[in-house]
């Protein structure tokens, strides 16, 4: 039976409401548009909602937090003591019924059942579920029980819910350790119902920084917003010497010390560059203080590496006491826990058998986050090998960590292991899944001297200038490509895009049936993804260039799951212009049409007539194309960098790429400006590319 709505429910604290609640709302924005979240019972109305605050911020939905959130738990427990029950649930259903109504599907997450009083002897989560219609899902917290106690609760979650005659989706069992997962696994093998048994992670569980900044209201006097994630594993209070304190240092410690213990201050900031001693996390200064005014500048001065430095007004002891009492949590922009967090979910549930049972609502819409989910699960179904040559960049090694924990793509680094491995441990990173090759590996650079000599020596290369190209990162990373060592390479965040495409024209070359490297942008609109070619790399394409360049971008579209409706754009439409400009456009629509006749091509067309219907149906009234085009082809490189500026500057689009096609194996340059996640998208596209890849 396919349904509408989920409804999340779990009794014990720390179960993972909000992890399973995140890891369903990223299978339904895959596929779907207009999703909407409800949270029936809130703690208070002074206070707002974290989880709601939470899924609205993280999944850009359209929906406001009054929408969001039912009652809170005072009035429940008053109407329900009042004997106002059925007025209470009419009330929920009527809220729960306008979202039902404006959107595709309603996520429902309910309120721990050890919140709510004792005089409330049903399971209300239940009753609310019933009266919704949705599929019910409960979680256990597998931490303290064993694993027969884990097995009956699973057999009682289940008969409960069949008592209330709820429909029960699935039950997800959190928090497994390794022996009581094999025990149940074994336990459930012939269970016939949906349950989902996730193991323990514990960086999970772990505080962070902006856990720290939060719970203490502290202030973070030394440091960068990325220092937040660091995860802490110990709290420790220096009050030793430093000879002495040091024995006790271990990984991911913060440390509480006094802001006049120069001595303890300097001795952190030395063990984090030295490779005896484990790296800290951060330090929290107690009574507001404030370091020495040469303590400080000697701080400053340390640009390659650092950790963060906290200010709070309590004392000592009310600090560390303060501490143990906050609560881990996946924040907004902590994007390695929540990398951490979606990998283990997609690994442990049947992410299409769950797909299958939920309602999807055929649609051509297509959001920035859908096209980013379905980048992540094409690239998942068969992972390829990466190169990445920048290891040395702080960018390239939080995307790499992201893109290992959600298992898009096996990442191999270049550079010396030992230094990038103190790199990361510096940053807080975690590579533990990681590749390293050391470019400078004589072995390897033996072999791909010998190769690009062979290659290139009819062109008057010397084997010395081999060689030398090899040394290149670049020139090393695409030789990997070209002899099997891996799948695709990803360059460009401190190199420029020459430094990118010289390497894979002279090596990967370009495949047979294409005479020309060219490239695309993805730009992800608010409702549609339309692709941009070529906006990059070729300056002024003649007419036989440019339909290369439209066979080459059709390509890439259908690879990425979009049907593409073709655009040769001009300054003119149809026959009403002419001029060398718009003659070369037209020819090029002209080659297009012979080589491809099943393609949708319209040209030359104007902008505003390839995407809007009003302007189409005056325009070109019985093209099918016009309106509603999503590669749009541009005439020359200045039109094209610059409209895709224009549209992702005023618009708000995501621009993602430059992304080469045309090369025999793919490699992808990035902007030197990118972020994180223009980087992890660009991954994600290359591994994608890369299943392509014949022979």
């Known amino acids: 039976m396919q349904i509408k709505s989920l409804y999340i429910s779990t009794q014990q604290k720390g179960a993972g409401s909000l992890f399973v609640t995140m890891g369903m709302m990223e299978m339904l924005k895959k596929n779907l548009h207009r999703v909407a979240f409800f949270r029936p019972i809130i703690a208070s109305d002074n206070a707002r909602d974290y989880d709601i605050d939470f899924i609205l911020n ?26 106002r029950e059925n007025e209470l649930i009419n009330e929920l259903i ?8 404006s959107y595709d599907f309603v ?26 219609s949705s599929g019910y899902i409960n979680i256990i917290n597998a931490k303290d029980i064993s694993a027969k106690d884990i097995y009956e609760d699973i057999r009682i979650e289940y008969d409960n819910s069949s008592i209330h ?30 349950v989902y048994l996730l193991e323990e992670v514990a960086e999970l569980d772990l505080l962070t920084i902006e856990d720290i900044l939060d719970g203490l209201d502290a202030k973070c006097i030394f440091g960068t917003k990325n220092d937040y994630t660091r995860v802490i594993k110990n709290v420790k209070v220096a009050a030793l010497t430093l000879d002495n304190f040091l024995y006790h240092l271990e990984e991911d410690d913060l440390v509480i010390v006094p802001a006049d213990r120069s001595d303890i201050i300097l001795g952190l ?15 929290v200064f107690p009574f507001a203080m404030k370091p020495h005014e040469n303590i400080k500048k000697l701080l400053d001065g340390l640009s390659s590496f650092s950790i963060p430095i906290l200010s709070v007004e309590m ?40 797909e299958r049972l939920i309602s999807s609502t055929q649609s051509d819409v297509m959001t920035p986050q859908m096209f980013e989910y379905r980048l992540f699960d094409m690239a998942k179904k068969d992972k390829k090998r990466i190169v990445l040559p920048e290891a040395s960049d702080e960018r390239v090694l939080r995307a790499a960590e992201i893109i290992l924990r959600r298992g898009v793509a096996e990442i191999i680094l270049l550079g010396d292991e030992q230094e990038i491995r103190e790199n990361s441990t510096r940053l807080g990173v975690d590579l533990s899944g990681v590749k390293i090759v050391d470019n400078h590996d004589e072995k390897l650079l033996k072999e791909f001297s010998d190769a690009f000599y062979e290659m290139r020596r009819h062109k008057g290369l010397s084997y010395e200038a081999a060689a030398d190209a090899m040394i290149h990162l670049n020139y090393f990373g695409t030789m990997m490509v070209h002899l099997g060592y891996a799948d695709g390479m990803v360059s460009g965040a401190i190199h420029s895009t020459s430094d990118t495409i010289r390497p894979a024209l002279q090596i990967i070359k370009t495949t047979p049936d294409v005479s020309i490297v060219s490239s695309v942008f993805f730009m992800c609109l608010d409702t549609k993804v339309l692709v941009y070619g070529d906006c990059a790399v070729n300056q002024d394409p003649d007419a036989k260039e440019l339909c290369e360049i439209a066979l080459a971008s059709a390509e890439t579209a259908k690879n990425f799951s979009i049907t593409p409706k073709v655009a040769m754009l001009s300054y003119s439409t149809g026959e009403s212009g002419s001029g060398a400009d718009v003659d070369k456009v037209r020819e090029a629509t002209k080659l297009l049409k012979q080589k491809e006749p099943e393609l949708l ?16 149906k005056t325009k070109l009234p019985n093209s099918k194309v016009a309106g509603d085009a999503n590669v749009l082809i541009f005439p020359d490189l200045n039109t094209g960098n610059n409209t895709y500026k224009a549209v992702q500057r005023s618009s708000g689009a995501i621009a993602i790429g430059p992304v080469l096609q045309g090369l025999n194996k793919p490699i992808n340059d990035l902007s030197r400006g990118c972020l994180v996640s223009d980087i992890v998208n660009t991954i994600a596209i290359t591994a994608i590319q890369a299943q392509g890849v014949r022979g």
């Open 94 to 101: 009527g809220k729960f019924k306008k979202l039902e109504e």
């Open 107 to 132: 996520l429902c997450e309910g309120i721990r059942r050890l919140v709510l009083s004792s005089s409330i002897e049903y399971d209300l989560n239940l009753k609310i579920a019933q009266n919704f």
């Open 315 to 354: 004392d000592t002891y009310t600090t560390a006491h303060s501490i143990s009492k906050i609560y881990s949590r996946i924040r907004l922009k902590s994007e390695r826990k929540i990398a951490l967090a979606l990998g283990l979910f997609e690994r442990s549930v049947d992410v299409e058998g769950i």
């Open 601 to 616: 091509v319209e040209g030359p067309i104007q902008y505003d007539a390839a995407v809007n219907k009003d302007v189409a």
């Open 165 to 194: 005659c709820c429909s029960h989706f699935a039950t997800f069992v959190n928090r497994l350790d390794e022996e009581k997962y094999k025990e149940l696994f074994l336990k459930l093998k012939d269970f016939s119902h949906n």
């Open 269 to 283: 900031f030395g063990a984090l560059y030295s490779k005896a001693y484990p790296s800290i996390s951060g330090i």
């Open 58 to 83: 993280r999944y850009a939905l359209k929906q406001s937090y009054e929408d969001a959130c039912g009652f809170e738990i005072a009035y429940v427990e008053s109407m329900i003591a009042s004997g």
